[in-house]
């Protein structure tokens, strides 16, 4: 297991590595001058040179490139043009928060899939399946703002059970605030998730192991907990998994909607204001997101599955 | 274990079955009838396709979901069901409460039939354990059992093992550990041994014939092959593409004098270590499938001693003896099996 | 860099399988193929709402009207007026143009480099296939919506820009749909049997694999149209998107966001309704095809 | 000074260009709810986030309007911005010879860490601002030199005769921090500042709230009421409408002028504009053929209906301007007489510049930027009307006031606010070359707006600057570098239990005559 998983580690790194190789081109590619765009067009010419040379713009490419790796190994992701701050000390405040955004998205996710799963795979054929799809179709074809904006309408407004956006203090709060958006961004893979799930727990409802169990006399709650939500939970798994980047570009959306201070409207700002640095830093940091989520994905996934701790 | 009068533990009585496929149905079993005594082991013999597996199934009431029975009872232990009413809940929950300890059953592929994400020891016991409320350790030391008695020599270190790290055979003996765990009085085989090597077969065959002489269950035991039944049964029902050819409870009655020519082709084509350089008959033709099925007798198309009546109208049982049932007009009663093989061999 | 997939074990009864997940419609629907006609009976519509709009409607999309603002729906007006005084009917109906129109020329170029990368990788393997499975892992590794808004971002405003991000991301799941089916393909009998006849692996891809794997790409393609009419809609939504005065269902609803407050729900509500209805029609489509296709299992 | 609102919210952006103010309930909350009590916390939400507290770097109004919380200026603008009141200085005098002015301090005010306010501390803060990289710096270019007789007294000497000096003390650039960041490095003191204002810094966490507590050794006394006031950071509009309707916070700056009828239907919610120094215009690069033509340009001014724009996208919030100056100064001539809406007039006009028949050009608009957008649109269809086909463009807003800087637009919207009550600095930023942004990024260069802004901002007595004022505004008028839309307000929308509340012309919230009710 130890050693599936460090292989597992070490097949990340080229990819970690690409994710680095790719924002730091990103943001080389984008038009301007950092430099200038930082002091503004009236700037004295030596003193945006003299700046292009403090931020070391005057190097060439690879040289940038071996000082962007030393900078980044060091725990530095630069200078936020915007908020005059070091990009690390913003994003120790705002990755949390969009990681506590994306767990609650997931965990709520499957609280609604896994229901709406079982009963729509348990008679694939009858009414409440068809509107069950019918609503999967519906809210696959919803664009994520406009869900969120409905849903602040009725149950932030309307009925005002949660707070309609923000991110108050005390972590009580907090949460409370999470859930909406959270419900949000769920709501945009439930489709994906139900689906899945739905074809595994049909898949294993018919299956000879599941036909094996009843035929020991195996009551048929045990049969669907232990045998068919299990089974179908690690497929549901790895569609979580999967989904994880979706689930990121839900909160970059949804962040906005909700003014929640995350990374995602940290990126949004920064693009706003033409804030290279923080561009790079959330770009980057949203790769490395889904990067160890797809590696604890597969942790988990072998938890679950003994048969993954093989390959 | 001979005694005719002894009264029946499964008897099932007309059951007709259709299968849905792609919005038609299709009769995959027509009016099928067999018993079983205590402690008695029938083979349940016919090519792949004419519905044996379905019949085990349509026991337990474990049925696919396209699969509808249009009429059939069947009895156990006095007890009688109908397996049409499936539909009714508390139709079906009477059948599911004979799981495990009346009836119990061993699939064909044991790679598919175990849970691959649950040590095999759990499954073995997890029926029994939630029953009886077992403790863990009990449990545990149940499952260890179990599998000694079918042949598991290192019991205490496979019984957390999973599935997949095991082999064909044991993974067999491990689904039959679960099957006799709830002591059941029939345990119903749908052909145990076909998915593994012929030495892994003998092994797992002979756990059969411990068993029974062990547990004292009975056994319906599903397959194709009749030097396995030869072995293992005590009687036998010859199924042809969902209807009974020929039924007896004198295992070697039949296999010595059999009366429909279907079975005689049958025992004609398998292969026998004392008769080597026969030269194997085979049938003609091949099974037709489901919804090229026609009236009268399924086997007419491809017997050699079809005659003009035979594809006009169901056969009824003509054996005109209680322990045999033979569906068939022109029955072979003038030659014996011997005496056919004999010509063959010369 | 994907997790394994689930590798559950399928049925060995020899019946039919039961119905697998991933079509929506009921049995009745599937039995006629009825989703595809409905789904092309909608697309249909939009599409010819679209091609005839000067027809169908009387009034201009950009043209303000100053004197009839914020009016609600009537006969006059079917979707009503926005703060410009423009027909929302006719903005909704010009709108399908410049979304509908990016969101599926957005898919063909992905398409055809997913597909002969897919090919590629899919046939030849080995350190091909190695190398360029790690690229499509690295781009995978962003978010969709997060790559497209930094080229965005470095591309500036407007559709061509859209359409270049929209490539740049989306081919890598092209390219992996059509490697699984190449790496099955590759081992089936036939090719070996062309190989052996001495034919080029090049005739052998166009020939052979370009029409199998590509039945599987285009079902995957009509999921893929919504999901670009989702990303221009919300790349829109916030500016980042199709200019104005320019018809679209996204920067409609944004700007009609500002008036749910004060009950004007139809100037958000009927262009997302368009949008609800395209991805409904495209669903339907794919469902359909892969149904006719028989894929569907 | 002046500076364009820039970064106006990042997705919906609010009331950027827009928000007038017909002005009706100027009047700010009154004092209805009961007598005024102490205690409370208030959170005010807001589109932008500060960028800095240190006084002398920012140029945004979210950073500006907590700085002037946080620290006294010697004077303070008066609510309707035509004048200014004592505060950290009690009294000031022009020497005779005009050339210094003198400031007598009040002696009982004292920084929050305890320390008094004293002459040396303006002289600190005065210098601070006066550094070359500070953007306010020319402000005070004007005082070559500043003395201490006492330690509650300080003396400005001036390069030229200066009446707007008092004024420009208001400035929260020129707010009064305590000498040498007392003892701290400028990032330290930026991080955890220190002033004598009436509410002092409790914590930032950047991205979404700031929060300021009651100062109860403030030199007022009885104020702040307050005891806290959070600002938090939510760009959407209509967010922070709901937030208001739920009760979540107390103050919304800047809802949605859409939004503005349905919020004065609800029971428990007051909307109110106030009068501001805010005016909207659509910038014209005089560089770029054909805007160089001052026919041109009339006419586009002349074919734009200011009216209909007023009504679809600022709801009616606002005023058509006539002037470049707004009605927030003495200054302002409301007499003058602009280029009105008139098609015919304007097709004529056209007729007799170098593109008789039209042309085509483009405008610029920040993106997600809801209303400029829906400006531009209007803008667009009236121009086509006589034949200039226009193209919108968007760029992000930082990328749009860059490309400003760099002359690399045609047309584009702007707005520009004044932070000092004296008329001077606005008077130069909007209306000449060199006083800031070459005239409002149009590049129009008039040596007669230089010599009548130095006459006016020299001669001591009011009528003589008001004629010279006058003068200016007719140039501008006649010249159009930019067509002047509007003049618009400052609205909030606040829950009723929020009294006192009454921004100044110049944006100062004065929170501390802020008190909620239970």
């Not at chain 4, 600095?425 to 129009?444: K, P």
Request: proline fraction near 5%; glycine fraction near 8%.
């Amino acid at each position: 297991m130890l050693r599936w998983f460090a292989r597992r580690l070490l097949l990340a790194v080229p990819v970690v590595l690409g994710v680095v190789t790719i924002s730091f081109i990103l943001m080389h590619l984008a038009p301007g001058d950092p430099a200038r765009s930082a002091l503004g067009e009236k700037a004295d010419p030596a003193a945006v040179a003299a700046l292009r040379h403090q931020w070391g713009l005057d190097k060439t490419l690879p040289a940038q490139y071996v000082s962007y790796l030393n900078q980044l190994l060091h725990g530095d992701l630069g200078t936020s043009l915007y908020y005059h701050t070091s990009i690390t000390t913003l994003m120790a405040q705002r990755l949390p928060v969009t990681l506590a955004l994306i767990v609650m998205s997931a965990v709520l996710a499957s609280l609604i899939s896994i229901p709406l799963a079982s009963r729509s795979a348990s008679r694939p054929n009858g009414a409440t399946s068809f509107v069950i799809r019918l609503f999967n179709a519906v809210i696959q074809g919803s664009p994520t703002f406009f869900v969120g904006s409905m849903l602040i309408l009725f149950l932030g407004v309307r009925v005002a059970i949660f707070p309609a956006g923000g991110y108050p203090s005390g972590f009580g709060a907090r949460a409370w605030a999470l859930v909406l958006p959270a419900l949000t961004i769920a709501l945009s893979i439930v489709p994906l998730l139900v689906r899945g799930l739905r074809a595994a727990m049909i898949e294993s409802l018919g299956s000879e192991y599941v036909a094996f169990a009843r035929s020991k006399g195996l009551p048929e709650s045990p049969i669907r907990h232990r045998y068919v939500l299990r089974n179908a939970g690690i497929s549901g798994v790895s569609i979580l998994g999967i989904q994880v980047g979706a689930l990121a570009s839900g909160a970059l959306v949804i962040e906005q909607v909700f003014a929640i201070p995350g990374m995602g409207s940290m990126l949004m700002t920064g693009i706003l204001n033409r804030d290279y640095a923080v561009v790079q830093a959330c770009t980057l940091m949203f790769g490395l997101v889904v990067v160890v989520v797809y590696l604890v994905t597969d942790l988990v996934y072998a938890r679950l599955d003994p048969r993954a701790r093989l390959s | 274990m001979t005694e005719n009068m002894k009264r029946p533990l499964l008897a099932v009585e007309d059951l007709t079955l259709a299968l849905g496929l792609g919005g038609e149905e299709f009769n995959a079993l027509e009016h099928l009838s067999f018993a079983l005594r205590e402690g008695e082991a029938r083979g349940l013999v016919g090519e792949s396709g004419s519905g044996k597996s379905l019949t085990l199934r349509a026991i337990l009431g474990l049925l696919p979901p396209n699969a509808v029975v249009k009429s059939g009872t069947m009895t156990f232990d006095g007890e009688e069901f109908d397996l049409a009413r499936q539909s009714n809940r508390s139709e079906r929950r009477r059948i599911e409460r004979l799981r495990g300890s009346g009836i119990s059953m061993i699939f064909q592929e044991p790679s598919v039939a175990l849970n691959p994400v649950i040590p095999v020891g759990e499954q073995i016991v997890d029926a029994v354990l939630r029953r009886d409320h077992m403790t863990k350790k009990h449990a545990r030391e149940y499952a260890i059992h179990l599998m000694e008695l079918v042949g598991i020599h290192d019991a205490t270190a496979k019984v957390d093992a999973y599935p997949f790290e095991l082999s064909g055979g044991l993974k067999q003996r491990v689904m039959i550990a679960a099957a006799v765990a709830g002591k059941p009085r029939l345990i119903l085989c749908d052909e145990p041994t076909t998915a593994l090597d012929v030495t892994v077969q003998k092994q797992i065959l002979s756990v059969f014939t411990h068993l029974r002489d062990e547990l004292g269950a009975g056994l319906l035991y599903v397959t194709h092959d009749l030097a396995v039944v030869a072995q293992l049964c005590d009687s036998v029902t010859v199924l042809y593409s969902g209807n009974v050819m020929e039924s007896s409870s004198d295992l070697r009655a039949v296999f010595d004098h059999p009366r429909h020519p279907y079975t005689e082709a049958l025992l004609r084509s398998t292969p026998d270590v004392d008769q080597i350089g026969r030269r194997l008959y085979s049938i003609p033709g091949s099974a037709p499938s489901l919804d090229e099925r026609m009236v009268g007798c399924p086997f007419a198309p491809r017997c050699e001693y079809r005659q003009d009546d035979c594809g006009q109208q169901r056969i009824p049982d003509l054996s005109k003896t209680p322990e045999r049932t033979v569906h068939c007009l022109h029955q072979v009663e003038k030659r014996t099996l011997d005496a056919v093989l004999e010509e063959e061999t010369s | 860099m994907t997790t394994s997939e689930a590798a559950l074990p399928s049925t060995t009864l020899g019946l039919e399988p039961p119905t697998r997940g991933r079509g929506w419609a009921p049995a009745w629907m599937r039995r006629h193929n009825l989703q595809l006609w409905i789904g092309g009976v909608m697309l249909g519509l939009m599409v010819l709402a679209a091609v005839a709009a000067p027809l169908i409607t009387r009034y201009n999309p950009t043209t303000p009207d100053a004197l009839h603002t914020l009016l609600g729906p009537s006969g006059e007006h079917l979707f009503g007026t926005d703060n410009l005084g423009r027909d929302v009917f006719t903005r909704v109906v010009y709108g399908t143009r410049s979304d509908l129109t990016i969101a599926v020329v957005a898919v063909v170029a992905p398409f055809i480099i997913g597909l002969v990368f897919g090919i590629v990788t899919g046939y030849f393997g080995g350190w091909i296939d190695t190398i360029m499975m790690r690229i499509a892992d690295i781009v995978t590794a962003f978010p969709f919506f997060i790559l497209v808004i930094s080229l965005v971002f470095i591309l500036g405003n407007g559709a061509w820009s859209i359409f270049v991000a929209i490539t740049c991301v989306s081919w890598v799941a092209y390219a992996r749909l059509v490697r699984g089916e190449a790496m099955v393909l590759r081992n089936k009998e036939f090719v070996a049997a062309c190989q052996a006849g001495g034919i080029s692996p090049v005739r052998i891809l166009l020939r052979h694999f370009a029409p199998n794997v590509a039945t599987q790409a285009l079902v995957y393609s009509m999921s893929d149209i919504v999901m670009n009419v989702g990303v221009i809609v919300t790349l829109s939504y916030f500016g980042l998107g199709i200019v104005p005065p320019t018809p679209d269902w996204g920067s409609m609803m944004a700007d009609g966001q500002q008036f749910l407050a004060g009950g004007y729900y139809g100037l958000t509500l009927f262009p997302a309704a368009a949008v609800i209805w395209t991805s409904l029609a495209l669903s339907f489509i794919g469902d359909g095809l892969a149904h006719a296709l028989r894929i569907d299992r | 000074m002046t500076r364009t609102k820039t970064l106006r919210g990042a997705v919906v952006v609010v009331a950027a260009t827009a928000l007038a103010a017909c002005s009706s309930s100027s009047g700010g909350t009154s004092t209805s709810g009961g007598s005024p009590t102490s205690g409370g916390s208030l959170v005010m939400a807001r589109a932008d986030e500060a960028t800095s507290l240190l006084p002398s770097v920012p140029t945004d109004n979210a950073s500006i309007w907590i700085i002037e919380e946080l620290y006294d200026t010697l004077t303070t603008p008066a609510q309707d911005g035509k004048g200014v009141t004592p505060s950290l200085a009690t009294s000031w005098k022009q020497s005779a010879d005009k050339l210094s002015w003198t400031f007598h301090m009040r002696t009982d005010a004292k920084f929050t860490n305890g320390q008094p306010v004293t002459s040396a501390d303006v002289v600190f803060s005065i210098k601070q601002n006066q550094k070359a990289d500070a953007p306010f710096s020319f402000i005070d270019s004007v005082v070559t030199k500043m003395d201490t007789p006492d330690a509650h007294t300080v003396v400005f000497h001036t390069k030229e005769p200066w009446a707007p000096l008092p004024a420009d003390m208001a400035l929260y650039a020129n707010s009064i921090v305590p000498k040498n960041y007392a003892g701290m490095s400028a990032s330290a003191f930026a991080s955890s500042p220190i002033g004598s204002g009436p509410f002092k810094f409790k914590n930032w966490t950047k991205g979404s709230s700031l929060t300021i507590v009651k100062n109860a050794k403030y030199w007022k006394k009885g104020t702040p009421r307050l005891d806290s006031v959070e600002f938090t950071v939510v760009p959407d509009s209509n967010t922070r409408s709901t937030q208001l309707a739920s009760g979540q916070i107390g103050i919304n700056e800047y809802p949605a002028n859409s939004s503005i009828k349905s919020l004065q239907n609800q029971p428990n919610i007051s909307v109110n504009t106030f009068p501001s120094s805010e005016v909207d215009y659509l910038g014209m690069n005089t560089r770029r053929k054909p805007l160089s033509d001052l026919n041109v340009r009339k006419a586009i001014s002349q074919a734009i209906d200011k009216d209909a724009i007023l009504k679809a996208v600022l709801y009616g919030y606002g005023k058509v301007a006539n002037a470049y100056l707004s009605p927030t100064t003495w200054a302002h001539d409301s007499s003058l007489k602009a280029n009105t809406y008139d098609v015919a007039a304007a097709k004529a006009t056209l007729a007799k510049s170098s593109v008789p028949h039209g042309f085509s050009t483009t405008i610029t608009i920040p993106s997600g930027d809801q209303n400029s957008s829906s400006e531009a649109q209007l803008v667009q269809s009236d121009l086509a009307k006589i034949g200039i086909n226009v193209t919108i463009k968007t760029l992000d807003p930082a990328a749009l006031v860059t490309a400003k800087h760099a002359g690399n637009f045609d047309m584009a919207f702007g707005l520009y606010t004044t932070d000092i009550v004296d008329p001077d600095e606005i008077a130069r930023f909007a209306g000449t070359y060199d006083g800031g942004v070459q005239t409002l990024y149009s590049g129009f260069k008039s040596a007669q707006m230089d010599k009548l802004a130095a006459t006016a901002s020299r001669a001591s007595d009011q009528s003589t600057r008001k004629a010279a004022y006058d003068q200016m505004q007719q140039i501008m008028a006649n010249n159009v570098p930019y067509v002047t839309l509007f003049y618009v307000p400052g609205v909030y929308s606040y829950s009723k239990k929020v009294h006192g509340f009454q921004p100044g012309a110049t944006g100062n919230y004065f929170l501390e005559k802020v008190w909620m009710s239970k």
